[in-house]
Each structure stands twice: as structure tokens, then as C-alpha cells.
């Protein structure tokens, strides 16, 4: 148990609709990461929050990706008009140890988008 | 140019061997963190062991090593003793200087064979 739950686990979607899911991390924790991973690959950063303020956004994160982290503890990504390439696993990260710098993550929600 | 590289798309290991899963990276920091994750079936990812630009010694967690090799710019992972719960996708990882992003490579997909 890494201590970061995610919902849903999966979600089936057409394409035009949206999406939102949820990170909530059991303890607290300052910084709040997701990753996006498809098929085959290795996770792709798409945006980090310190407290409430997203701090650093990737490119992959287009206007149609919102993050929020209203009280700094749970986290919501949202994807509007999703598109088939959206479809992927969209992963919830915390920090490990503040000196290492390791992520535990949680299980990730896996999207498909028709 | 890719920032971590795993030339190793598939291994296959014998239950009991030891295994090495090759890893290079790409940094013009001084100050960097490497890190091994494994990413069974079922999706979670695993955080297994961290290596410190600065660090002398190579790290350690029970059955699993990391080669270090700074100027060769190589983070291999060692498994020794393997098990058929090692069976797994294995990817290595990289954040440089005060950077929060962490960058994956494309990961090994480690077989055990009984």
C-alpha cells in the first residue's frame, strides 16, 4: 500500500466527453505529482503541486487537461472533449523520502476513450 | 536524445539466476538521482532503489543492486536469487539537480523462468 488511493480505476468514455479523476493521498503531503503512461511506455510527467499551487506543467498537458488541488491534500485531473489519444493510465504520485526524492504511487486510473 | 535509455525491450531469467537489466542516462547536471521501479501485471508501480549522483557506494536493497557507473553514465540493476514474482516490467528513471520531474525510460520486460 503506497498510501495514495485513485477513482475510478477505470473509466470507459466516448470521445467528446469528459473526465475527471481523483488522487487522495492517506497522509499529507506537500507535493502531489501525475503521470500519464500508455501502452508500452514508461510514465510521462504532466504536472506537480506544492500545497495547492501547481508549480510545473508539462507540455503534454493541453488547454483540454485541468489540474486542481483545491486544499492541498486530495487532487483532481480533468480531461475535456477527450480524444482517442487520450487513452492511457493516468497516474497519482507522492514523495518518498524529501532527500532521495523517490515517487510512490498509487494504481493509477486507466482511461479508454471510444 | 533520450535522457534514460533501456536497450532491453525482453529478458528472460531462470528462477534462482541473478539478472542485470541495462540502463544509460543522459545529463550535463552534477546533482541527479537514479531510481528503479517494477511494474507487475496488475499495474502499480514499485519504487525499488535509489542511487545518488554523489553517492560512493553502490546502493542495495536486499536482492536488488544497482551498478553505478558515473562516467560510463550507467545505473544497471542487479537482481540476484530471481523469483517468479519478479516477473515484471522494470523501469529506470532519472531526476536531475532541483527539478521535480522524474523521466522513465521505456522499461525491460524480466521473465523468470521456473
Known amino acids: 500500500d503506497t498510501g495514495v488511493s485513485q477513482d475510478p480505476r477505470h473509466k470507459i468514455t466516448k470521445r467528446g466527453q469528459n473526465v475527471t479523476f481523483r488522487c487522495d493521498p492517506i497522509?499529507?503531503?506537500?507535493?502531489l505529482y501525475w503521470y500519464r503512461q500508455t501502452l508500452g511506455q514508461g510514465p510521462e510527467f504532466l504536472t506537480y503541486?506544492?500545497?495547492?499551487?501547481?508549480?510545473?506543467k508539462s507540455r503534454l498537458l493541453s488547454d483540454r487537461f485541468s489540474a486542481e488541488r483545491p486544499k492541498g491534500s486530495f487532487s483532481t485531473l480533468e480531461i475535456q472533449r477527450t480524444e482517442q489519444g487520450d487513452s492511457a493510465m493516468y497516474l497519482c504520485?507522492?514523495?518518498?523520502?524529501?532527500?532521495?526524492?523517490?515517487?510512490?504511487f498509487g494504481e493509477g486510473s486507466r482511461l479508454t476513450v471510444l | 536524445a533520450q535522457k534514460i535509455t533501456q536497450t532491453q525491450p525482453g529478458m528472460f531469467v531462470q528462477e534462482k539466476e541473478a539478472v542485470t537489466l541495462d540502463c544509460t542516462y543522459d545529463?550535463?547536471?552534477?546533482?541527479?538521482?537514479l531510481f528503479w521501479y517494477k511494474q507487475p501485471s496488475s499495474g502499480e508501480m514499485i519504487f525499488l532503489i535509489y542511487?545518488?549522483?554523489?553517492?560512493?557506494q553502490n546502493a542495495t536493497e536486499g536482492r536488488y543492486s544497482l551498478n553505478f557507473q558515473k562516467a560510463r553514465k550507467s545505473a544497471n540493476l542487479v537482481i540476484s536469487a530471481s523469483q517468479l514474482g519478479d516477473s515484471a516490467m522494470y523501469f529506470c528513471?532519472?531526476?536531475?539537480?532541483?527539478?521535480?520531474?522524474?523521466?522513465f525510460g521505456t522499461g525491460t520486460k524480466l521473465q523468470v523462468i521456473p
Open positions: 545529463t550535463s547536471d552534477q546533482s541527479y538521482g
Open positions: 497522509s499529507e503531503h506537500n507535493r
Open positions: 528513471a532519472m531526476r536531475e539537480g532541483g527539478y521535480q520531474k522524474v523521466t
Open positions: 504520485a507522492t514523495p518518498g523520502q524529501v532527500n532521495t526524492g523517490e515517487l510512490f
Open positions: 503541486f506544492q500545497n495547492e499551487a501547481q508549480l510545473e
Open positions: 542511487q545518488g549522483s554523489y553517492d560512493e
